[in-house]
């Protein structure tokens, strides 16, 4: 992965876990253990093919007000566009699973406020 303030790729674990995108480094003092370099909100992240290298994935990520260009390196096109659309799928998933959760927040309220 490489992003606006690396300037060359480093090797990172790429979890996709409770709607958030996440990547990781496995521990230098323990290797069973992975350690969160980076996390991001996947209804935050917008993927496309890089036109130019079909092998790249281009994120743009939001953290906080900022918006964070990272590009992913695969050795296949095909392990590029496949995840491609897993993470687009899992995007979709997540701000489906946040309207529900949403929805049912302000449900409970209504339900609490009859019953008063």
Known sequence: ??????????????????????????????S????????????????????????????????????IDLSISFDEVNKSSGMKKLIEENRKSAKYTEFLLFDSYFDNLLIKMNNQ
């Open 1 to 30: 992965m490489k992003n606006n303030n690396l300037k060359n790729h480093q090797p990172f674990k790429m979890i996709i876990y409770q709607n958030y995108l996440i990547f990781s480094v496995i521990d230098l003092k323990n």
């Open 32 to 67: 069973e253990l992975l350690k969160i370099i980076y996390k991001y909100a996947l209804r935050h992240i917008e993927v496309q093919l890089d036109k130019s290298d079909q092998k790249t994935l281009n994120l743009i990520a939001k953290e906080r007000n900022n918006y």
